[in-house]
Every structure is written in C-alpha cells, then in structure tokens.
C-alpha cells in the first residue's frame, strides 16, 4: 500500500519534445490535509526539499491565486536552478480535492534562474473508501524545464524528485501530527 508508481509519457509540441509524467502512491492522512501541505501556502517551503522560494504574487479568492517559485539544481546542477510562474486553483472535486495550475509568462526571469514552464497539470487527493486514514495522492505533471538538457537527463531528475516528493510529503506529515 506504501509504494509510489511514477510513468514518463513523452509528448510533441510543434518542435518541442517534452515529458508528462503521472505520480500515483497511498499516503497515511486526510485528503484535506494532504492537500493543504502540496498547495501554495505556508507548509510547502518547510518539507519539500526541491522548492528554494515561494512568493504568492497575486490572490484572487481564498484558494486561487498566482505564485512563483524557486527550485534547485538537480543532478550536481547538470540542471540548473529554475523559476516557475504558475496560476493556482485549489476545489473540492467529488470525493476528494484538485489543485491544478499553469504557467504564466508573468514578470522578469530572476537572475541565475532559468524560467521553466507548466502545461496544465495537478494533483488530485481522494480517500480511500477501505482505508479512511489513507488518501490516494495522483499528480500530472507536464514541465518544460527549458535549456539545453537531454531529455533523458530530465526524466532520470522528474523521476527521482517525485519519489522524493512522496517521502517527503509522508514525513512532513507525520511530524506536524506530533
């Protein structure tokens, strides 16, 4: 019931060839605290270990809103550290809970970053009926990192960073039940 499945699907954008990956695993916690440590707020910065900086730079309700963030160079800084600016909506959807969002092109590229973009993409977090205490956390994530990087090197770094996203989530959530 612990293990994480994660599958690399590659796409063509016009000339742009670029990977969508789907990441799908049991966590031990409620749907709307699971989602609560994934969406943009105050949580996010203090467990995932790939976001450097968040900056929520525009609120439009309660859980709408634009944000841009940081994250760290992967793979010994083969990839270097980049900048998203993404729009995010975080619904009730059925039985459970979807945060989705895009990227915008939406301000200056801060230096040292290279600005990557988001194609539409989500998670989506819903009980388990046979088990409450566990959720089935399901993300699609569809990411241009942008630059000279060999596809094959991204993947190898998406693979892991979601792996590493589920574990980390597991442990955030463990301790801030303590």
């Excluded at 309660?62 to 980049?82: D, K, S």
């Excluded at 290279?114 to 699609?140: A, E, I, M, Q």
Aim: charged fraction near 20%; proline fraction near 4%; glycine fraction near 6%.
């Amino acid at each position: 019931m612990n293990g994480i499945f994660i599958k690399i699907f590659s796409l063509l954008n016009g000339n742009i060839c670029f990977s969508s990956y789907k990441a799908q695993g049991v966590v031990e916690d409620a749907t709307n605290r699971i989602v609560d440590h994934i969406r943009p707020g105050p949580y996010r910065l203090d467990w995932d270990s790939l976001m450097t900086s968040m900056d929520i730079m525009e609120t439009f309700e309660e859980n709408c809103c634009v944000m841009r963030y940081t994250t760290a160079g992967q793979l010994w800084n083969i990839i270097a550290p980049r900048e998203f600016v993404d729009f995010s909506y975080t619904t009730s959807y059925e039985d459970g809970l979807l945060s989705c969002g895009i990227s915008l092109d939406y301000g200056e590229v801060r230096p040292n970053f290279v600005r990557g973009f988001n194609h539409p993409c989500g998670w989506f977090c819903v009980p388990l009926k046979d088990y409450p205490s566990h959720s089935l956390l399901t993300g699609y994530i569809q990411t241009e990192l942008r630059g000279m990087l060999p596809q094959s090197a991204v993947d190898t770094a998406m693979s892991s960073t979601l792996a590493n996203f589920y574990s980390d989530l597991k442990k955030a959530l463990k301790t801030d039940k303590q």
